[in-house]
């Protein structure tokens, strides 16, 4: 299950391929114990069972290639030996050996492969929920299950969405609207899915291969090649759970059990792997968490691990990047070609956003940010920084700039909030769009329209003439839509972030700035007055309005 706060015990770490990177979560002491997920979700899944099995072992759970945060690749086919190689990479860049692992659905069809190709390296595996097709079955779900989207104007694309994860629970496969693929289980609240949708939006259409190689497995021949102790568990009620039933033959090495639950079928796992698993022998690989061109990473702090981009040879001056509230580093990242060159450049996402989201925080004031940052910057060893921000994240580079253990040589502000008391009071309860899960999938369109409209008016829930900015709107539906799976991703929290960032008064801590700033503003946004009271109010600052042409833009 995924947990909406993850425990602070669960580390997120990334192994850097020659190629790619595999992003996965670790916990625990012990034997090895490798989890699979299913798709389209990723090792967020996994974090409760993470949990629990990390009292007896060491438990790591990669994001499969396209899912999560681990990189696509391309060459891959809809051949499940290809996802099973790939998996034998990341395995060996831990230096791992004598592992246990146990996949679920896509995940288990991997780990049968895993058992098949490498019995030395198995020492038992657990497949839950293995998928054996009759013919016919398979050409109908190849030729709908991995059906996509594509954004569209109104946003109407995010209903879609909704409906595939929800019908997935209603009847399998989930395209097939009939009585005899009816479901019978009770349907989750909406907060249960919520989750997956955002798995899925993470994913891409390309990603799907994954479905496709676990459908197209020929379970029949292959189950019969392994040589390893392997266990077929299924639970009751589970769509496939009579499948393993349909093998024919299997070899000696594979036994078939049918569970009446999920507990009963964990606690039998655990069982299984306390019999086979040897003790750890060697050290498990660790990259270093450091600034490398072109990579993501996780720094692990006190309240979580906080997730960052980097861009820029990291022997250069560093500049650490805060985008927007609701947003995302992928924001700044797309606006780098404006930034200095010549430094490297750090795009972290905020607590609260992104995929750092939710942490161990009591509040998301700019303070309580501004704590977790400065303690991910001196874990990666860092004294010296020029700072840039977009929107209301300017209160946390000022707190940031003030902190007496960092030297912060130069802030460029763009787009710097200011509000005055009227202003914080009413944008603290009303800006942030209410993103609580709903039945039939609501939030998705606000989160849509929250976005879209931030684009038209400002404020964006005052729809009035008299609020329309005269820029130009970025109203494209790719860029909306990655707009709004960030908005997504912060989600409810995001009404908390507005009452503690936005309802933040700035203006009291503009007397103590010493640090040399540059304010850029763009005209016809909404903002303008901000900026230009922060100027006022700042000893050693400049204000600079932004040409119309974007790529005109210098902000350094």
């Given amino acids: 299950m995924y947990q909406s706060i993850e425990n602070i015990s669960i580390q997120r770490r990334f192994v850097n391929l020659e190629s790619r990177q595999v992003h996965y979560r670790i916990s625990g002491e012990g034997p090895v114990l490798l989890l699979l997920h299913q798709s389209p979700t990723s090792s967020a899944e ?28 391309e060459t891959l086919t809809p051949d499940i030996t290809l996802y099973a190689q790939a998996l034998k990479e990341f395995i060996d860049a831990l230096g791992l050996e004598n592992i246990s692992i146990y996949g679920f659905h896509t995940g288990a069809i991997i780990a049968a492969e895993m058992a098949r190709l490498y019995p030395d390296l198995c020492n038992t595996v657990v497949v839950n929920g293995l998928v054996v097709l009759e013919p016919e079955e398979e050409e109908e779900i190849l030729k709908h299950y991995t059906e996509w989207f594509a954004p569209t104007p109104e946003g109407g694309h995010l209903a879609w969405v909704w409906a595939r994860i929800r019908e997935q629970l209603i009847f399998f496969p989930w395209f097939r609207k009939d009585k005899g693929s009816k479901l019978h289980i009770d349907l989750p609240d909406p907060e249960f899915l919520q989750p997956y949708i955002l798995d899925l939006l993470r994913s891409t259409a390309d990603s799907q291969t994954a479905y496709q190689a676990a459908f197209m497995y020929p379970s029949r021949d292959r ?55 040897t003790p750890l022998q060697t050290r498990i690989h660790q990259e270093d968490v450091s600034l490398i061109n072109g990579r993501k990473n996780f720094i692990q ?25 609701s947003q995302s580093s992928k924001a700044m990242i797309s606006m780098s070609d404006y930034f200095d060159s010549s430094s490297c450049k750090i795009f972290i996402d905020l607590p609260g956003h992104g995929e750092t989201g939710p942490t161990h925080l009591t509040n998301y004031s700019p303070q309580s940010m501004m704590q977790m940052i400065f303690e991910a910057i001196k874990n990666l060893g860092i004294n010296d920084i020029k700072i840039i921000s977009l929107g209301v994240s300017s209160s946390v580079a000022l707190l940031l700039s003030q902190h007496t253990n960092l030297n912060v040589e130069k802030l460029l502000l763009i787009d710097p909030w200011c509000l005055n008391k009227e202003e914080r009071l009413e944008f603290a309860e009303d800006y942030a769009p209410n993103l609580s899960p709903s039945v039939y999938g609501e939030h998705l369109l606000k989160a849509w329209y929250f976005v879209r409209d931030s684009e038209l008016f400002f404020p964006w829930n005052k729809t009035k003439e008299s609020n329309a900015l005269t820029k130009e709107p970025k109203i494209n539906p790719d860029e909306l839509h990655e707009k709004a799976v960030d908005a997504l991703k912060s989600g409810e929290l995001l009404k908390l972030v507005a009452k503690d960032l936005i309802g933040y008064d700035i203006e009291a801590d503009l007397a103590n700035i010493k640090t040399e700033c540059n304010i850029f503003t763009q005209r016809g946004n909404g903002r303008e007055k901000f900026a230009e009271k922060i100027n006022l109010h700042l000893e050693n600052s400049t204000i600079e309005e932004l040409p119309k042409d974007e790529s005109k833009w210098s902000i350094t």
Avoid at 46 to 73: H, M, Q, W
Avoid at 255 to 271: Q, V
Avoid at 301 to 325: A, E, M, Q, R
């Fill in 46 to 73: 996994k974090a409760t069972i993470i949990e629990d099995f990390s009292d007896d072992f060491t438990v790591i759970a990669p994001d499969t290639p396209g899912f999560g945060l681990s990189d696509y690749i």
């Fill in 223 to 277: 189950i019969q090649e392994i040589n390893t102790p392997t266990f077929l568990l299924n639970y009751v009620g589970d769509p496939i759970a009579e499948h393993p039933k349909r093998l024919k033959k299997v070899s000696d090495s594979v036994e078939i059990e049918l569970l009446p639950d999920i507990p009963s079928l964990e606690i039998r796992a655990r069982e299984i792997f306390k019999k086979y698993s």
């Fill in 301 to 325: 702090t006190s309240k979580g691990p906080l997730y960052f981009y980097c861009n820029g040879d990291s022997t250069k001056p560093i500049t650490l990047v805060l985008h927007d509230f």
